[in-house]
């Protein structure tokens, strides 16, 4: 009988893998920068826009808030804006002597206050009213023309205060929002009605939509 042989595997010489994992993570790493990178103004856009949406969309209800009591209680008031603290606040004040609501009444006490002073939740540092860097954008009421008195975003006639009658009309105004980099919002308020529109300028668009 033939003696049988042990049975060898064939040995199979392996490399060391370390440096080559190493390697392969290292040039991973340095795609997923590169990839983040070139989408971070993307990114940032996205999210100016995002935010100043949200503080349009909170504007817009604030506005229909005074429309409402107006409608609700048959008296004529005011929306207010406040702008001297570290957040943009509101409220609503009713007209005491038939003279609509005036900013020196409201401060002497003769048109009331009818809801606290609420802060605008939505406002910070993307999100604010203003006017975004560079040149003035066009009129929204008048494109031919491109808006003046750019310290100014809040503008309701000569006032800043959007007053509302019993029958649900309005002063004709518009409010100015901006994230500070690339977008301009504008907040407008019918006359006739009291109805708001929002309309939107983008980077480098030369018109409102």
Do not use: C
Request: charged letters at 20%; a neutral charge; zero cysteines.
């Amino acid at each position: 009988m033939r003696s049988q042989e042990p049975h060898h595997q064939p040995i199979v010489a392996t490399r060391p893998t370390t440096g080559y994992q190493i390697l392969e993570l290292t040039v991973a790493l340095a795609l997923a920068g590169f990839v983040a990178l070139l989408g971070t103004p993307t990114l940032m856009r996205a999210s100016g826009r995002l935010r100043v949406d949200g503080a349009a969309r909170e504007l817009a209800s604030v506005l229909h808030q005074a429309r409402s009591y107006a409608v609700l209680h048959s008296t004529h008031v005011g929306l207010k804006f406040f702008l001297d603290g570290p957040q943009p606040t509101w409220a609503i004040f009713r007209d005491g002597d038939d003279d609509g609501v005036r900013s020196d009444d409201i401060v002497s006490g003769v048109d009331p206050a009818v809801t606290p002073v609420r802060p605008l939740q939505s406002f910070g540092a993307r999100a604010g009213f203003g006017f975004r860097p560079g040149d003035p954008p066009p009129d929204p009421g008048h494109p031919s023309r491109v808006l003046d008195r750019l310290d100014d975003p809040i503008r309701f006639n000569n006032s800043d205060i959007a007053s509302y009658s019993p029958l649900g009309t309005s002063t004709p105004g518009t409010l100015y929002l901006t994230d500070g980099r690339d977008w301009q919002l504008a907040v407008r308020v019918n006359g006739r009605n009291g109805r708001v529109r929002i309309l939107t300028l983008g980077p480098s668009e030369e018109a409102w939509h």
